[in-house]
C-alpha cells in the first residue's frame, strides 16, 4: 500500500546509545520532515527537506541528524540519545505542488533511559 | 516564524453536541491546514483553506477561514463517538512547505 513507512514501531535506548529511525514512502513526494510529539507540546518539527539532498532545520533540530540521498527515503539520526529525547516520531511527506496536506506515518515510539 | 493559538486545548461533549475549535494568528496566514489525530494514532489530514472567507464543509464538518486570514474554526455538528480525537490546526510556510501546527484540541465524546 502506498504510505509512508517508518520502522521501528517502538525502541528503548540506554542514554549515550545513537540509532537511526527510518521513514520511507513510495508516493513520489519531493518533501519530507520529521516531527517529536509530546504531551501537551503538539507536534514540533525536527528536520525537513524539500528534495533529495536538500534538509534544513525545523524549530527543534538539536540532536539530530538527517540527510536526503534519495527520494524516497529520509532517515533521522539520534547522536547521543538523551532521556528528554523520550518522545513519539512522525515522519511526514507531500507535494512540491497543489494543495496536498501531508501524509504521515505511524510513528515510532521512543524511550530513552 | 509564524504562530497559531488553537482553543480550547481540551472539550468534552455529550454525543449529538456540537462542537467547535479555533485557530488566531496575529500575522495574515496564507493558508491553513487542519489535521485529526485519534488516540494512539497519527495525524491524518483533513483539508487545506486558502482564500479569505472560505467555508468548505465535510459532512458534519465545516471548516472557515476568517475574512482577514488571521482566524481558522473547525466546527463539528452532531458529535460522535467516532469524532474523538485532537484537532489540529497547521500553517504551511511560504514556498519550502515547511508546517507548523498549532497545540491541538482534544476532543472526548460521552456516548
Known amino acids: 500500500n502506498a504510505g509512508v513507512t517508518q520502522t521501528p514501531k517502538f525502541q528503548v535506548l540506554k542514554t549515550g546509545q545513537s540509532m537511526t529511525l527510518q521513514c520511507a514512502q513510495d508516493m513520489n513526494h519531493e518533501y519530507m520532515s520529521w516531527y517529536r510529539q509530546d504531551p501537551g507540546m503538539g507536534l514540533r518539527l525536527i528536520h525537513y527537506?524539500?528534495?533529495?539532498?536538500?534538509?534544513d532545520q525545523g524549530e527543534v533540530p538539536n540532536g539530530y541528524n538527517v540527510s536526503r540521498s534519495t527520494t524516497e527515503d529520509f532517515p533521522l539520526r539520534l547522536l547521543s540519545a538523551a532521556p528528554s529525547q523520550t518522545s513519539v516520531y512522525f515522519c511526514?511527506?507531500?507535494?512540491?505542488?497543489?494543495?496536498?496536506?501531508?501524509?504521515f506515518g505511524s510513528g515510532t515510539r521512543l524511550t530513552v533511559v | 516564524g509564524q504562530q497559531v493559538m488553537q482553543i480550547p486545548q481540551y472539550q468534552h461533549v455529550q454525543e449529538g453536541e456540537d462542537f467547535t475549535t479555533y485557530c488566531n494568528s496575529s500575522t495574515t496566514l496564507s493558508n491553513i491546514q487542519w489535521y485529526k489525530q485519534r488516540p494512539g494514532g497519527h495525524p491524518v489530514f483533513l483539508i487545506q483553506l486558502v482564500k479569505s472567507g472560505e467555508v468548505k464543509k465535510q459532512k458534519r464538518l465545516t471548516f472557515q477561514f476568517g475574512e482577514a486570514k488571521k482566524n481558522s474554526s473547525l466546527h463539528i455538528t452532531a458529535t460522535q463517538t467516532t469524532d474523538v480525537g485532537t484537532y489540529f490546526c497547521?500553517?504551511?510556510?511560504?514556498?519550502?512547505?515547511?508546517?507548523?501546527f498549532g497545540k491541538g484540541t482534544l476532543l472526548t465524546v460521552n456516548p
Open positions: 497547521a500553517l504551511m510556510g511560504g514556498s519550502n512547505y515547511k508546517l507548523t
Open positions: 527537506s524539500v528534495g533529495a539532498g536538500i534538509t
Open positions: 511526514a511527506s507531500t507535494y512540491r505542488e497543489g494543495n496536498y496536506g501531508y501524509t
